[in-house]
């Protein structure tokens, strides 16, 4: 195409959105509301994924042994425990340090406990793959000497399908509020072809290609589109920015982690853009097609 | 030039506006399209520059073949063919010059060659001194004469014209047809239906007669005149 040619497209594309403003202002508004939602939806998946791969990484299986076993049982079922295929390591912690844990964590009335300790030791095992964790821990409950294995698995598993449930609830409403900003779009562009029916009509008659007609009606969707992820990116932008100053400190020590503002925010920033511009084409492709008879 | 064969046309509500036209016009001829309301002249005019296709039938327009011309290429076609129609069709925003100007710039021309001939054509219709006025500021027949103007511009070897003096009072009707006749004078042939009996009958050229959607007369310097 000539630059020439694209220029004219262009300029005819902007007047379009200033001649209908009531119906650009109603479509970009609606294009800024779903775009800031699926952003926002989006950081939030994106963090808690991270949230959920910390998680899995650190499953432990806790393995207590019978307290009545004696110092070289425990010692054999350490050995053979670090010998189970897909063991990657296992910590040893004797009954006297477990009492001491609990103490920090239920208070100073266990004390009494001192006296005739009745917890077992325990080994802490984790697996080389977090997957296989439920099976080794199964295997392990079968050793001599074992009282109790326990490991996190249910908990994960619990969180893993809210997670895929809020996800889900997400995507559907994404999809909804997709469809609305992509209808309105296309809406404007249905009037705004409307208005245009004579100009479109003599342009036909006097030999103008399919593409020339088609092409303003285009670009003002993708107009529609990026008007509509100007707000979504500079709020998306400054917010996760703001959150990451405030909270990352804060979580240092913690599982959860937040994404680094850096690429995350312009990944971010480069979906919302795509997403405009991919309603804009689509909203104005649709109307294109039914109501620009070529 | 242009050339029908066994051309029939129904329209989808089941209406039969052309039941078999044979024709045959050549460079640079002066045709007329006379017949009653409702015979088909409009149907006629408008499958030659593929407003509306044949529904069976060969059309050819400067060699190309309008039944087998694929969807793509009809622009191409209408760059070759000038249409003026009885309301001007003119686009009320923009002015004289603009509005000549559009029928060259929507097929991509270059600015200067769309000065050069956009002018000269003014010129041709006589509305160089009103090249800047818009059309609510021009008489009927001005507006026509910037139709034309417009139809002209990219030089096609043929204009067709569906009743362009339908809405114009008999003086105008004259000047506007001293146009058309300038226009054939130069080479290119012309299609016109119409329904004004005095311009046909003092202006000899080649009439056709359609009549329930059939060629029923064909003469050379014939007479404005059908059976009704
Ligand atoms: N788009 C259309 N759909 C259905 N029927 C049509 C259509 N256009 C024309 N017709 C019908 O086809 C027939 C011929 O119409 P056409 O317009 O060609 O006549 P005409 O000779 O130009 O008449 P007039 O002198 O009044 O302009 C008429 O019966 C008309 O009702
Ligand atoms: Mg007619």
Redo the contacts with the bound molecule.
Sequence with gaps: MKARTFRRHLRESFKSLGRNSWMTFASVSAVTVTLLLVGVFIAIMMNLNGLAGNLEKDVEIKVIADPAAGQEAVAALEKKVKATEGVLEVEYSSRDAELDKMIKSFGDELNLYRQSNPLGDALYVKAKDPHKTAAIAKKIDTYDYTYEVVYGQGKIEKLFKVLNTGRNVGLVLILALLFTAMFLISNTIRITIVARKTEIGIMKLVGATNNFVRIPFLLEGIWLGILGSLIPMAVISIGYYKLYQEMAPKLQEELFQLLPTTPFIFQLNGLILFMGVFIGIWGSFMSVRKFLKV | MIVMKDVY?K????????NGINIEINRGEFVY?V????????????MMYRE?APTSGDIIINGINLATLRNKRVPYLRRQIGVVF?DFKLLPNLNVYENVAFALEVIEETPQDIRKKVNDVLALVGLTQKVRMFPNELSGGEQQRVSIARSIVNVPKVVIA??PT?NLDPDTSWDIMKIFEEINARGTTIVM?T?NKEIVNTIRHRVIV?EG?LITRDEYGGEYAYES
Excluded: C, L, M, R
């Design positions: 046309k329209y989808p509500n089941g209406v039969v506006a052309a399209v017949g009653p309301s409702g015979a088909g002249k409009s149907t006629f005019i408008k509306e009885q569906d009743e339908g239906a329904h359609v959607g």
